[in-house]
């Protein structure tokens, strides 16, 4: 039995008997990587995902380039020697363009993810836990906010205000907590009921210590698997702005704003200006997507292969 709770209860398996007789208990984080490991599309898509931080990050250390000054002279240069994909309209290096892009999207897209989860986290356990009129008025104003439209609002701030990494993780962040909010609350109203909640109670915690040491912790499968599509979401929304032209401002560089970009001048021939970049987006949020699935059947003992 599992007493207090500070174990998931999805992380222990019953017991196997070996070949050898007796009984050896196999660790649920043990059996999850096993799973994990054995689903060959998450394992290329955390091989994408490694490929883009090594890409993005290491890239420019190795393959220098100039992405402050603009050069006229340089530009719509074919990919080639000196260039690999050529140069936009601007004269910046479109692999250097790429990489300073990629940067962007995944500091934005891991942060707003982070946020997001965690206060959808806690508001989606307090409300669970708390149940009735309360649990009732949390989730009305959860339903309020899904109602406001996300794209209107976003391009009003935009267009009232700068954008700036910060600007941007906020407001994201604001509109993404609703799903991981409504998620946890979810597991949270299975879970009170569980034996070990009302040990706990009985016990004397309070409802700060239940959330803390038993709700949230027993509910950790379903928060790490939607970090990481808040990861892809957050991506797909700030490709969108920066594709409405409400990305981020010179100097700053988003794959959005590239793909726009690089549509204004498809018809003239210049494929390089939106094939790499449009690459790069589908393959980073359809990376995150592998690895969500995979850790969703790995983390959720139902979803395991026997």
Known sequence: MIGSGSVPANLLEPATEPEGGGFQI??????????????????IGLGILAFFVLFCWAGPLVYHTNQLLINPVNSFIAPGAGHPLGTDNQGFDELGRLMLGGQTALEIGIFVALLA???????????????????????????VLWSVPFLFVVLILATRYSSTELSLILVLAVFSWL????????????????????????AGSSRGRLVRKHLIPNALSVII????????????????????????????????????????????????????????????????????????DSLDVRLRRR
């Open 117 to 143: 989860t965690g206060i959808g986290m806690i508001y989606g356990a307090i409300a669970g836990l708390a149940g009735g009129i309360i649990d009732s008025v949390m989730m009305r104003f959860v339903d």
């Open 26 to 43: 196999q660790s649920g984080w043990r059996l999850g990587l096993r799973e994990f490991a054995s689903n060959k599309l998450a394992v």
């Open 179 to 202: 799903v991981p909010a409504r998620l946890v609350r979810g597991e949270v109203l299975t879970l009170r009921t569980r034996d070990f909640v009302a040990a706990a109670r009985a």
């Open 225 to 296: 698997v939607n970090v990481t599509f808040q990861v892809a979401d957050a991506i797909t929304a700030l490709a969108l702005l920066g594709f409405l032209g409400f990305g981020l401002p010179y100097p700053k560089a988003d794959w959005g704003d590239q793909l726009s970009n690089g549509v204004s001048y498809l018809q003239d021939g210049y494929w390089w200006l939106i094939y790499p970049v449009g690459a790069c987006i589908v393959l980073v949020i359809v990376a995150c997507n592998f690895v969500g699935d995979a850790l969703r």
